[in-house]
């Protein structure tokens, strides 16, 4: 069955750093999708990319975060200065047609701690 | 707006009980609906989801779910629990085109 592959699972990063967290979306899906987790709160929303542009974003998306799709297979969420409170699961999801039908395919996450 | 309310963050059953999973959703339009279960340190599954028609849906593992709209509900069940079942289990809505909201969620113990 068709995965969406997060790279890596675990990462570390100092307060202040660059991070760059990446997905490889299934080949056909058209929609991607960025959700984070803090422990033990719900999965939020973050943002969503159709068409080489963002559809929609959530308040939590500011100007640190940025998305990307520099090739024909990867998604990448960029963080341009790290803060403790961005330490979460990172979940990169994609969809065919768009959520409303078909739900999406979540990738098993990056987990980001900033110390 | 879209919102979920789980109600319940932690569920405990005997191996072979009834398993029932509650969740309550808010929308202003026909909600696409949806229950995933994330095991630990995994990512999330989608285990079975509502859009239109029949309001009693099935999914993996022999886990169901039925719509009532009259309730706003979509409660999550399974007839008998197996410790495999152990896991946090997300009730989620469509929050238009783009985007699910999620509920907090409700972590089931299953014990033997």
């Known amino acids: 069955e068709p995965e969406v592959t997060q790279t890596p699972s675990h990462q570390v990063t100092q307060m202040g750093q660059e991070v760059i967290l990446r997905c490889v979306p299934i080949?056909?899906?058209?929609?991607f999708y960025w959700y984070r987790q803090i422990l033990g709160q719900k999965v939020e929303f973050l943002v969503s990319?159709?068409?080489?542009?963002?559809?929609?974003k959530s308040e939590i998306f500011d100007d640190q975060f940025s998305v990307e799709r520099p090739d024909g297979s990867n998604f990448t969420l960029k963080i341009r200065s790290t803060k403790l409170e961005d330490s979460a699961m990172y979940f990169c999801?994609?969809?065919?047609?768009?959520?409303?039908?078909?739900?999406?395919?979540f990738g098993s996450g990056t987990r980001l701690t900033v110390v | 707006a879209q919102s979920v309310t789980q109600l319940g963050s932690h569920v405990s059953v005997s191996e072979g009980a009834l398993v029932l999973l509650r969740c309550n959703y808010s929308?202003?339009?026909?909600?696409?609906l949806f229950w995933y279960v994330q095991y630990p340190n995994q990512g999330l599954q989608l285990l079975l989801k509502?859009?239109?028609?029949?309001?009693l849906v099935k999914g993996i593992n022999g886990f169901e779910a039925e719509f009532k709209k009259s309730e706003t509900s979509f409660h999550l069940t399974k007839p008998s629990a197996h410790m495999s079942d152990a896991a946090e289990y997300f009730c989620?809505?469509?929050?238009?085109?783009?985007?699910?909201?999620f509920g907090a969620g409700t972590r089931l113990a299953v014990h033997p």
């Open positions: 990319f159709y068409n080489n542009e963002i559809s929609e």
């Open positions: 929308s202003s339009v026909p909600p696409y």
């Open positions: 080949s056909n899906h058209l929609y």
């Open positions: 509502y859009t239109t028609g029949a309001t």
């Open positions: 989620a809505v469509s929050g238009g085109y783009n985007k699910l909201i």
């Open positions: 999801a994609s969809s065919e047609y768009g959520m409303g039908n078909y739900g999406y395919t």
